[in-house]
């Protein structure tokens, strides 16, 4: 039987996995809230740049506001919105779910457990990724991890749903290479550790990984954030597990795997990348900095811990959005401020 497959979210990333399922020849419609991004789909397609190739893919792109009157229900919907949306995007999906329908995020922050109370543990799996790309302009993407430099992690919530994992590895094998994680939500701790490290510093100072590598002292601040991080999850019970191609014998006993995930990642993504956070501040729109640093910076404040580089840059995120301060390189000193530097 074809699956009815369904990308809820069609920004930069959500546009590369629904470009690459559809170009696949999969069953796929693309669901967004952008209206000149939708409209742009529906006329031209996407265009997805990439260093060494571009992909041109003709699309059935719909806008949120029809979906009701599709009459459609998906076998499969893959969440690729910021954290910031997944419940309220879980609960508008839910009832066009087919009885054994699944809806997994494909995002960042700690979402999985989120969109389980809603859809049920029974209807979804969790998922990691790594995937860096951009969007300004309605339907055309900048990808910067082409699929072969594209990850990702899926694992089952619970038991009965390791049946599935195969079937959505195989769907996802058309965007990237597809690990099945014995501990996803590990996982997904990981790449928060990763996205702690270096979204919300990069979006602050408006500098991709290339110039920021350049600040004295910017690296060990960088490691130092991911270090915090680490720190928590550890107490809320969270492993060091392997993602983005890292081995399991890489990571066992190191002392240094903040390094080696924010080593990867920069090898993966390159130095040129603008990160989603810094996209958020260039359009004047809300980041997932809450989601990532500030959650870093409540949940290590709530057991006695302290998270000051996260909190720091948390803070400043939030006077970003309060129109007091722009995303500038002049921001890395408010960092060193912060911390007595």
């Known amino acids: 039987m074809v699956k009815k497959i369904a990308v809820l979210g ?12 559809t170009n696949a020849g999969h069953d796929v419609t693309l669901i967004d809230q952008w209206p ?14 990439m260093e060494n190739a571009t992909l041109e893919v003709k699309v059935r792109a719909e806008h949120m506001c029809d979906v009701c009157s599709l009459g459609e229900k998906y076998n499969v919907v893959f969440l690729t919105v910021k954290a910031f949306d997944a419940r309220w995007m879980a609960e508008f999906i839910k009832p066009y779910l087919t009885d054994d329908g699944l809806l997994i995020g494909i995002q960042n922050g700690m979402t999985a457990n989120d969109i389980a109370e809603i859809v ?20 055309i993407i900048k990808r910067n991890t ?28 058309d965007v990237g290479t597809v690990d099945i994680v014995e501990n996803i939500l590990s996982a997904k701790w990981m790449k928060l550790i990763i996205n702690a490290m270096s979204m919300g510093l990069k979006g602050i100072t408006n500098m991709t990984s290339g110039e920021i590598f350049q600040v004295s002292g910017m690296r060990d601040i960088m490691l ?10 550890h107490e809320l019970g969270y492993k060091n597990v392997p993602i983005a191609g890292l081995m399991p014998e890489e ?21 040129t990348n603008k990160v989603a956070v810094l996209q958020d501040h260039l359009k004047g729109r809300y980041s997932e900095v809450n989601q990532i640093n500030g959650f870093v910076a409540d949940e290590s404040e709530a057991r006695g811990l302290e998270a000051p580089i996260n909190r720091a840059i ?3 995120t939030k006077r970003i959005y309060a129109g007091e301060l722009k995303p500038h390189p002049s921001n890395v000193a408010l960092i060193q ?4 530097i």
């Open 337 to 340: 401020e912060a911390l007595g």
């Open 224 to 233: 130092r954030a991911g270090e915090e991080t680490l720190t928590i999850g």
């Open 10 to 21: 069609t920004g930069a990333n959500g546009s590369c996995i629904a470009a690459d399922l």
């Open 251 to 271: 990571i066992e006993g190191t002392n240094r795997l903040c390094e080696l995930m924010l080593n990867q990642t920069t090898a993966h993504v390159g130095l």
């Open 120 to 139: 049920g543990p029974h209807h979804t799996l969790g998922c990691a990724i790594e995937l860096s790309a951009e969007l300004f302009d309605p339907g």
């Open 36 to 49: 000149a991004h939708v409209e742009k789909m529906k006329a031209d397609g996407l265009t997805i740049n």
């Open 314 to 316: 948390t803070e400043i």
């Open 146 to 173: 082409p699929p072969d430099r594209t990850w990702l992690g899926i694992g089952a919530l619970e038991p009965s749903m390791e049946k599935r994992l195969a079937e959505i590895q195989e769907i996802l094998s």
